[in-house]
């Protein structure tokens, strides 16, 4: 019996590290995430702490990608130039905030999915808590970034009714995020 549960941990510490390895491969735009992963986690669910850090593992793999993301958006943005980059607006102060947040809901509501995906077979209580914490901290390095090109804005835009579309527009999406 005793040797039986050793082979069961054996186990499950390779799962976990199959799992995490496969999770570090998860940094491309598009993530697709593999039903088998998709088993293991369900697996992994009977050792809480493998199962968390997988989970801080995809949410780390996944947070590198977000932030190069929003970079790209910024900078470059889309494939072949479609759309323009951000930036290129950035002489219109409230389509650059609207355009950056509405990207982050983009990227959110992505991320999110992701997520699902990954934990829909799971079946223990706290996967929505789960799942808020983890695209918490995808998105949260998207907040220096964004918090800094704000912050610009704001600071170089002294008309009040304009700041006041601005203050519209982050209530907006602080509701709808």
Known sequence: MEQMALLQETAYERLYRWAQSECRTLTQESCDVSPVLTQAMEALQDRPVLYKYTLDEFGTARRST????FIDALTRGGPGGTPRPIEMHSHDPLRYVGDMLAWLHQATASEKEHLEALLKHVTTQGVEEN????VGHITEGVCRPLKVRIEQVIVAEPGAVLLYKISNLLKFYHHTI
């Open 66 to 69: 977000v932030v190069r993301g």
């Open 131 to 134: 799942i808020q914490e983890v």
